[in-house]
Structure formats: structure tokens, C-alpha cells
């Protein structure tokens, strides 16, 4: 049986979508997730939402416990996870307000915990990872988003910088070097802890500034963030919702 869970990014603290909403605090071996789960119905079908950033939105990225909200939607039965993140867009078409299904990731970050294969596990899991997103679930993405007629990109590499801190203008042209499109903070190691649980794992990225050096601005500024964050997040907001039911129905 499918179980989806949407993991909620900068300026996606909740899903209005979801009724009869219920919390649930899940112990995981990895200490605390960013937030008790929510759990709500849609259709009658359960689906779960878990905000990375915790509820007051205060956990840095590179503060997020990856593991532990991976493993605790796991053990709440989550089969496919649709995760919304904010991105700065580097290559032309991946411009501000703009929805993204990346295909391919290029990980930058460190010092991150990686893995379920730390030294309490008896195996070390060499997972495949040669595409690292469900192709199932970015087909139903792509498939939502031209029926509701939305802007969006179906290919695009992300490239997973380590944060919080913005990029250099340098260290940009050195990710368009490296065929990265769309730059985020979060998008690693979640998609690879997912795929190490067998879980199905495909982003939804919104594009909520030119990344540095890229586009008119000098400099990247809060309130240019914050101004594409909310137009756009609407979007992917109903976005969502409208691609939930055909997921449910795989
Ligand atoms: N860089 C990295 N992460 C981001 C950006 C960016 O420009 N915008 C939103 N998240």
C-alpha cells in the first residue's frame, strides 16, 4: 500500500490540503526529527508532513537530523516522499518562481551524517544511485503540472551546497561548470538516505532567487527570497495537493 509524505521546506510550513490533522512524536535511534510528525487524510488516504526546518523554522540545514526524520517517516510506513525545496536558480530557464523536478544531484555538502551505514550497523549498504529521484513521482509531478498549467522545468541537476551561508559568484560558476542548474542546502543527504530505506524520493524545488552572480541583483538579498517564496510557493502548495490523489492511485 502507498503512503506518501511530504517533506516541507523553507516557506512550506504545513499543507492546508490535509484534514483531521493529528501530531506524532516518533523516537527514532537517531535522536529527535525537526518536528512531531502531522498526520492528516486526504481522500481518507493518510498522508504525512513533516516540515525539515522544524515548526519555528529554526533548524539551520546543516542542523537538520536527515536521519532521524528519514527513519521515523519510515517506520510511519511513508512508501513515497515528495520533498519541497527552495533553490537559487543557475542556468537560464531556471528562473525565479519557477517549479523544478531536478533528475540529477551533485552533493557538495559535508560533515553531514550521510548514512545508515554508521558503525552500529552490521552492513555497510552500497546503494545505487545512478538516478538519484523516483521516476514514478516526478512523472506524476510533471504530468499535475501541465494540467494545471504551471511554469516548470522536468530536468535539471541540483547541486546540494553545504550552507548556511549564500554561495560566492566563483563558487557558482564553478557548479554551472559542473552542470549543476538549480543550487539548495537540503536536497542531500535526504534523497540519499531515502533511497538507502528503499523509500520512493523525488523533489519539488521552487526557485526563489537568481543564485549568486547570476541574474540583474548584485547582491541576493532576504527580501527578493522572501518576495518569490511567496508567490511561488503557492504553487507548489496546490501543486501538491493536485498530484497526491494520482500518487495514491499508483
Ligand atoms: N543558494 C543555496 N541555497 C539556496 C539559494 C541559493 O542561492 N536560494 C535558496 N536556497
Redesign the pocket.
Known amino acids: 500500500m502507498i503512503k506518501v509524505a511530504i517533506i516541507g521546506g ?1 516557506g512550506l510550513d504545513q499543507l492546508s490540503a490535509l484534514e483531521n490533522l493529528r501530531t506524532e512524536q516518533v523516537d527514532t535511534p537517531y535522536g529527535k526529527t525537526s518536528n512531531a510528525l502531522n498526520i492528516g487524510s486526504l481522500n481518507g488516504n493518510e498522508v504525512i508532513f513533516l516540515p525539515r526546518h522544524g515548526e519555528h523554522h529554526d533548524i539551520a540545514p546543516h542542523n537538520i537530523n536527515y536521519r532521524a526524520n528519514l527513519w521515523a517517516l519510515k517506520e510511519q510506513g511513508a512508501t513515497h516522499i515528495i520533498a519541497v525545496n ?3 536558480g543557475i542556468t537560464e530557464k531556471m528562473s525565479p518562481e519557477k517549479i523544478i523536478f531536478p533528475d540529477q544531484i551533485i552533493d557538495y555538502t559535508h560533515s553531514r551524517e550521510h548514512t545508515f551505514s554508521d558503525e552500529n550497523a552490521d552492513t555497510v549498504l552500497h546503494i545505487d544511485f545512478t538516478q538519484p529521484y523516483s521516476s514514478l513521482i516526478r512523472g506524476v509531478l510533471r504530468s499535475t503540472a501541465v494540467d494545471m498549467a504551471i511554469d516548470f522545468e522536468g530536468e535539471a541537476v541540483y547541486g546540494a ?1 553545504q ?1 548556511p551561508r ?2 560566492t559568484a566563483a563558487e557558482i560558476n564553478r557548479m554551472q561548470q559542473d552542470g549543476c542548474d538549480i ?3 537540503t536536497g542531500m543527504p535526504e534523497a540519499s538516505l531515502a533511497r538507502e530505506l528503499g523509500i520512493e524520493y523525488a523533489c519539488c524545488a521552487l526557485v ?2 537568481w ?2 552572480g547570476k541574474g540583474e541583483n548584485k547582491y ?1 538579498t532576504m527580501d527578493i ?1 522572501e518576495q518569490h517564496m511567496q508567490n511561488g510557493m503557492v504553487h507548489a502548495s496546490k501543486l501538491i495537493s493536485n498530484a497526491l490523489p494520482e500518487l495514491l492511485n499508483l
Open positions: 523553507t527552495a533553490v537559487g551546497a550552507g549564500l554561495e543550487v539548495g542546502m526563489v532567487n543564485a549568486a541576493i527570497i
